[in-house]
């Protein structure tokens, strides 16, 4: 057997290679059909089950489904449909074709709405230890996410602000690719819960509950990873480079006031949320991480704040000022060092910025897209 072919290119295929017998039925070769020597009833099931197989989700490549049939070895005359019982078969495997067209394209913003209610229920109903560890490993990944946005700030010195900035974004988006493809639960990517909430499929504890779980379980899973990365050594890598990259930006989440946190959150998650809703719309991993990269890397850019990423930046920073005080005798580092606290870090800027957070998903992307595709729906239903 041949090796699966891209979608796209058995797309192309299908639209060149088609063609029509004289019974009036539309063959791809793949299906191994000819309408000269197979009769109705041993032809409809194959490419029933080759519209039921291929269609749904796109799971196997068509040429993995093994849906072939043969002609029969048959013996006198061959069997030849009649004009209108090809004509049916034709217009099945017509259906069939514009389906599998219809299922390349990625999913528009009414079917990504009831996805992304549908994934929202889910969510809410998980079992409290599923969600726990989730919630944990979406920590950590964006954890990563932070070591290696760091990693590109390092060293950068004079070199310009912004194009630095959107190199610190795009490397920051690994944590949520990781989060969208390898599977975990985001507290911030998780306000979009209020779109089935909205609707009356997930009452008010399903939906704090599932919160509550999910952002303690981050806070633990950010945390460990930096108290990982701090005892690999890593902050003194690049002869310091990380580590007072680190620092300085632990230390400038630290300067909001309190208006300027909140509205820094609410414009973070807005973001953060968009990728995920756009993440709705992908059939594929390529999809979803093209989906991904653009937002995330626009928030971190722009210097906008996220509480799940604070949870690794700040605390990375208290463990170098805690248990490496060395490294901060430098009068730059020194000075940043100083302002570094665990009283300060939950008050100028966990809580504000994890209230704009629930502010920017909840009311600027989930609220708003449930207005305008799921609020008709949901009226109907009750």
Known sequence: MRGP????????????????????????????????????????????AFAEDRLTGLERPLRDLSVSVRPPVV???????????????????????????????????PEM???AEDIGVA?????????????????????????????????AGTAPWGPVRVLAGVAFSLGLVLV???????????????????????????????????YVGNFAGAAATAVLVFLAGTHRAGAGAFGAAAVAVAHGKLQHDLVQAVALGILGNALVCLAVWLGYSARTTTDRVLAI???????????????????????????????????????????????LTWSGFLVRNLLPVTLGNVLGGTGLVGGVYWFVYLRERGAQSR
Request: proline content about 7%.
């Open 5 to 48: 072919p891209e979608e796209s290119q058995l797309a192309e295929e299908i639209a060149a290679a088609e063609h029509t017998h004289p019974a009036g039925l539309a063959v791809h070769p793949a299906l191994h059909l000819d309408a000269a020597l197979v009769d109705e009833e041993r032809l409809a099931p194959g490419i029933v």
């Open 75 to 109: 013996a006198g005359p061959a069997l030849h449909p009649s004009p209108s019982s090809g004509a049916a078969i034709g217009r099945t495997v017509l259906r069939a074709r514009l389906r599998l067209m219809a299922a390349l394209d990625a999913l528009l913003p």
């Open 113 to 115: 709405a009831r996805r």
């Open 123 to 155: 969510k809410a109903t998980m079992a409290a230890p599923r969600l726990v560890a989730l919630a944990v490993l979406a920590g950590a990944f964006i954890a990563l996410g932070g070591v290696f946005s760091t990693t590109a700030l390092a060293g």
């Open 180 to 214: 969208s493809v390898g599977g975990a639960e985001l507290f911030t990517g998780n306000n979009l819960i209020v779109m089935a909430w909205a609707n009356g499929r997930v009452g008010t504890p399903a939906l704090l509950r599932n919160w509550a779980i999910v």
């Open 293 to 339: 990269v653009f937002p995330v890397s626009a928030f971190v850019a722009a210097g906008f704040e996220h509480s799940v990423a604070n949870m690794y930046f700040v605390p990375f920073a208290l463990c170098i000022a805690a248990f490496d005080p060395d490294f901060l005798a430098s009068p730059d580092l020194s000075a940043m060092g100083v302002g």
